[in-house]
């Protein structure tokens, strides 16, 4: 395995470099956050594509299409869809507003008290993203070069957490790109082709597994709408995807190079379900489908390649851990800590330290949580069942008001947590309770309460 920790030692070196070279780039607070607002179509899209697809993504779609075929693609595909509404009907009106977060929204629709339930639960949902993809950096690191987990954990997302404290969103941006490159390499590329040839070509694949793998429903319509309520529309009200799309130069760069990531998202969710069915065939007694990805890859791949192959991974799921944790710490300096400083707006070394506390608080958590599609559904679980309906009523319903806001984003907060708790992460119950919580709360308490005249017209 020397070559391939020399190839990781080599990627994980460059990113630190690319980190530093966005350090001397972000020289404002705006740069730090979402850098300068200058990004062109190849810088976003990368950007863009490579923050959606992470930990989850990657080793999370290996191992539904391990277990449920072609149809494990559904859930690139609705982080897919996802940015392609965002970025063709929602960009625009956003990059003209010029803020930081999600939650200045609602404080322009509602009030200030309502940013601030919001950045609770936008805290919560951007430290799970992290959390997400921190946890399957690990698993990669853990079964491919046998490290213990608690190793792989502080020392894969380690790298993370310094360059994205060093420079910020620029770092992000010059990490993405490359991360980016690496991955559809990588994966698309490289590891796709190898497991079919190993398989004896698609022929051979069709030929031993079930028919029902190759049935794009097999995963089950419940599963597929559950990923559309929460991923299609976490999608549309996530900040760490929001803060991509206020790095954009103006709203033709977000609508057509977003349209193109959202394209991307779509293919790579199909590469990286048929490299588990491949798994499937070549590895069909594992003992723990989390690791049909890292097995795979190890079973599969020469010296040298593999690493290549693990730094792709290891690119897809760094991006997304990057872009929680600077999301994580954007709310809080920007919606949060101003509350506790009687108004004072952070400075650049306040957003820089704010960004390292919150990568610790990202690897400790990490140390303790082992499932990434487990962690990813707790995290949009509670993002959509608190924030949809509270902020698509603040663009589109003139009668909302404060009070339903924050009844809305309570109840569905808890709603989810609640039904998380009792039926488990992996149940349909925590979406379906917690949006029809919210939007009944909302509508009710917006009727029987005073309309509050909105500080800015987002209609």
Known sequence: MALD????????????????????????????????????????????????????????????????????????????????????????????????????????????????????????????????STLAIGTVLQVLFGLPFWMSILLGGGVVVVYSTIGGMWSLTLTDIVQF???????????????????????????????????????GWDTIITYFLIYFFGILIGQDIWQRVFTARD????????????????????????????????????DNVNNAFAAIVKATLPDGIRGLVIAAALAAMMSTASAGLLAASTVLTEDLLPKLRGGKQSSLAINRLFTLLTGIAVLGIALVVNDVISALTLAYNLLVGGMLVPLIGAIFWKRATTAGAIASMGLGFVTALVFMAKDGLDA??????????????????????RRQVSAANLA
């Not at 698609?202 to 028919?211: G, H, R």
């Not at 057509?256 to 490299?275: K, M, N, S």
């Open 5 to 132: 920790i020399f190839v990781v030692m080599i990627y994980a070196a460059g990113m630190l470099l690319l980190g530093w070279y966005g350090m001397r780039r972000a020289k404002t607070h705006e740069d730090y956050l979402v850098a300068g607002r200058n990004l062109g179509p190849s810088l976003y899209m990368g950007t863009m594509a490579a923050t959606v697809l992470g930990g989850a993504s990657t080793v999370g779609t290996v191992r539904l299409g391990y277990v449920h075929g072609i149809s494990g693609f559904w859930l690139c595909a609705a982080l897919g869809l996802g940015i392609m509404a965002l970025n063709l009907f929602l960009a625009k009106p956003l990059l003209k507003l010029k803020i930081f977060t999600v939650t200045q929204v609602l404080e322009q629709r509602y009030n200030p008290m309502a940013r601030q339930a919001s950045a609770v639960i936008m805290l919560a949902y951007a430290l799970m993203i992290g959390v997400t």
């Open 181 to 219: 490159i690496i991955k559809t390499v990588g994966l698309m590329f490289i590891l796709l082709p190898i497991c079919l040839y190993r398989v004896g070509g698609w022929d051979e694949l069709v030929s031993k597994l079930p028919a029902s793998s190759f049935s794009f429903t097999t995963i």
């Open 251 to 286: 709203e033709k760069v977000a609508k057509y190079a977003g349209t193109t990531a959202g394209i991307y998202c779509i293919v790579y969710g199909l590469a990286c379900a048929l490299i588990g069915m491949a798994a499937h065939v070549l590895l069909p007694d594992l």
């Open 428 to 449: 349909n119950t925590p979406i379906y309770y917690s949006l029809t919580v919210a939007l009944v709360s909302f509508v009710v308490v917006s009727l029987l309460s």
